[in-house]
């Protein structure tokens, strides 16, 4: 009965840390539940960007991250959106890894749903959860799924193409 309690207690706290606007200067972790996949669409209707699903212990996933840093610095315009698979209860790791990799504007979600499965369905049916997984939007819409390291030269091929920064043919 305690266990259950404390249990309650952390995820209440975890719920309100979430609500909780966040203090000035800091990162803030958006809940990630269903329907946030169509608020991030909405919201970059006609632009392109990136949607990049990451956790904590993939390895791969602070690759990944260490090359988002490097071309935000390089194509100031790059829309990246991040996704962490962890819980909210570990939003204080989170937020120190995405400043570890220079990540702390780039809008950032955690998943915030019981069922990680539901989200991840709702994202990509054919999604069974490895990670990362990465998405690259055009400005129709349209995506490319990629699971696993990203090729760091067609990514920036592909932000060049969408950026209209490509040299010419």
């Known amino acids: 009965m305690i ?8 995820a209440a706290a975890a719920a309100v840390a979430l609500l909780a606007p966040p ?15 169509k608020a991030i669409q909405a919201a970059r209707g006609g632009h392109p960007f990136v949607l990049a699903f ?5 390895t791969y996933c602070h690759e990944e991250f260490a090359l988002f840093g490097e071309l935000l610095k390089k194509y100031p315009a790059l829309d990246i959106v991040l996704v962490a698979t962890d819980t909210p209860a ?21 998943f915030a749903d019981e069922s990680a499965e539901r ?3 709702e994202v990509d ?20 799924a ?19 920064t490509a040299p010419p043919r």
């Open 125 to 144: 049916p054919k999604w069974g959860g490895e990670l990362p997984r990465t998405y690259l939007y055009t400005a129709d819409q349209s995506r490319r």
């Open 23 to 37: 203090a000035q200067g800091a990162q803030e972790l958006k809940p990630f539940a269903p329907g946030s996949l």
């Open 90 to 110: 570990e939003s204080e790791a989170l937020v120190d890894t995405l400043g570890r990799y220079g990540l702390e504007g780039v809008e950032s979600w955690v």
């Open 3 to 10: 266990r259950a309690a404390r249990g309650l207690c952390l």
């Open 119 to 121: 989200l991840r369905y």
């Open 54 to 58: 990451w956790s904590l212990s993939c």
């Open 146 to 164: 990629q699971s696993g390291r990203i090729d760091p030269e067609r990514l920036e091929d592909w932000i060049k193409q969408q950026l209209g």
